[in-house]
């Protein structure tokens, strides 16, 4: 099946500074999520960006499927970004329909 | 986005124990899914579930272990069986939105503790 890696695994930041995240994926996908789990374990939805770029308020993502890797960027952040980033795919093989990949997840703790 | 709900939110059970946990959804959607997110770890698909036919297992996953019911377009169970505490983790139902093709938004999870 598909393959999904995430760096870095752990991020440690001071309010106020930009990040990076990546994904990278072993195949070509359908789908490419970015959710930021919160600490009582709720899923946020941040981007739905199979391709592209699309940007929401400090947040912003870039998709090259080509290349098999995404970005999530985070700018200026604040301490309510603390939390788990996970990328998830949908690979395109008929089996793969509707079910998600997710990454090891990039582990975000933001201090004041 | 579908306003997805489940419960019990958290449940503390003893081995050898059967939980049902539930998942609601406020509009009709296809197929719903359930992962399971062990401690520390990622996300990982037990099954897909569509109305009016059997759930598809993911490898690793069985049905006498999960069984899933999915009587409806709204509503489906996941039932964790014959408890063990490597069955300590939080459970997750999701369901495709309606604008992106297979956008999936998840249910607020249900943290399951086994003693």
């Known amino acids: 099946g598909i393959q999904v890696e995430q760096s870095p695994p752990d991020l440690i930041l001071q309010e106020g500074a930009n990040s990076t995240l990546r994904c990278n994926f072993s195949d070509s996908v359908n789908n490419l999520q970015w959710f930021h789990q919160n600490p009582w374990g709720q899923l946020i939805n941040l981007f739905y960006?199979?391709?592209g770029t699309k940007q929401n308020g400090r947040l912003s993502a870039t998709t090259v499927a080509t290349e098999r890797y995404s970005l999530l960027y985070i700018s200026s952040s604040q301490t309510t970004d603390s939390g788990v980033y996970f990328c998830?795919?949908?690979?395109?093989?008929?089996?793969?329909?509707?079910?998600?990949?997710f990454g090891q997840g990039t582990i975000l703790t933001v201090h004041p | 986005s579908a306003v997805i709900s489940q419960k019990p939110s958290r449940d503390i059970c003893q081995r050898g124990t059967s939980l049902t946990i539930q998942c609601q959804v406020d509009?009709?959607?296809?197929?719903m899914f359930w992962y399971r997110q062990q401690p520390g770890q990622s996300l990982t698909l037990i099954a897909t579930a569509n109305q009016g036919s059997e759930a598809t297992y993911e490898s690793g996953f069985v049905i006498d272990k999960f069984p899933i019911s999915r009587p409806n377009l709204t509503f489906s169970t996941l039932t964790v069986s014959n408890m063990s505490p490597e069955d300590s983790s939080i459970y997750l139902c999701s369901v495709e939105g309606e604008r992106e093709y297979n956008e999936q938004f998840f249910g607020p999870g249900t943290r399951l503790t086994v003693l």
């Open positions: 509009s009709q959607v296809t197929m």
């Open positions: 960006i199979p391709s």
């Open positions: 998830a795919v949908e690979g395109t093989g008929g089996t793969s329909y509707g079910k998600l990949t």
